[in-house]
């Protein structure tokens, strides 16, 4: 006999869509300014290759996001547990899930290698939008412009990985067939990305466009060279101050439970499901321990 409850049940795919419907309704009951990114508005602007999303990435301003999770925890949705050395690792998103959908909600308040203030990179890319209709809903996305940009800046974060060595080529083609490499050299200045994008952007460029680029700062050059957890918490513990060295050092090694349920909301929380989380923690640590001093290497260096 068929199962009822599989046959009712959202795919991911489906859950997606309909995620995105649900998202901006929240966002307009609640008169918040929202885009979407990334994702399947991405696949339909043509700013990314055909691929199965399993999340749904909204963008509101930093004011705007207590509100914001506030009407989707009033639908069900929770917060998932995330790391809370912030330090090690930046925030720039909230995550929620909800018990009878099949995918997440990231609400992005901040974007990775955009240096400006949170709130004016917010305005700028605000000013930068489109409609589009998806799922029967029209919907905020960003301008062809501002969405290479995005999806540059999160591929840029792990370049060595195939999958963002073949989207930053997919976005270089883009860019050149389009020729968007003007409009993206403006929304890289007004959000302060020039650094990060810097990669991408120099062979896209007459020589004369930049006589200079800036450093990129230490939390994206920190994104960059640590390639395992460990190397990034090993290298925020050398930048702190002395006086919360010991205290980072501690939360490292006896990590708190949120930084096993950030990898795994049903992980076991028992004295001995907890002993056994540590175990793993450490021999994952252990079998990235070249990759760690490699990272470490170009850290001194």
Known sequence: MPDSA????????????LGHVLASRVADSLGIRAFFIKGPASVNQGLRQPKTSSDVDIFVA??????????????????RPVD???????????????????????????????ENPASDCFEVMWASTDALELAGQE???????????ILAL?????????????????????????????????????????????????????????????????????RLLAQEPGSARLIAILQAPWQIKP??????????????LSGNIYADMSLPGRVLQHRARWARFLRSAPQIARDLRGFGG
């Open 139 to 149: 919907l905020r996305v960003p301008s062809h412009a501002l969405g290479i940009l």
């Open 84 to 114: 809370p050395d912030s330090m090690t690792f930046p925030k720039h998103s909230v995550t929620v899930d909800h018990p009878e959908w099949p995918c997440c909600i990231d609400v992005h308040f901040r974007f990775p290698g955009m």
């Open 6 to 17: 599989n046959e009712t049940q959202l795919s991911i795919p489906e859950g997606v869509l």
């Open 62 to 79: 930093p004011s705007d996001l207590e509100q914001m999770l506030q009407g989707l925890r009033e639908r069900g949705w929770r917060e």
């Open 154 to 222: 999160h591929a840029l974060r792990t370049p060595q990985l195939p999958a963002c060595r073949q989207e930053l080529e997919f976005l270089v083609q883009l860019t050149e067939r389009q020729s968007q490499a003007s409009s993206l050299l403006e929304v890289a200045k007004a959000t302060g990305s020039l650094a990060a994008m810097r990669p991408f952007l120099e062979d896209l460029l007459p020589e004369t466009a930049m006589a200079g680029w800036p450093q990129p700062s230490v939390e994206w050059r920190n």
């Open 247 to 260: 205290k980072m050092l501690w939360h490292a090694v006896f990590p708190r439970p949120e930084v096993f």
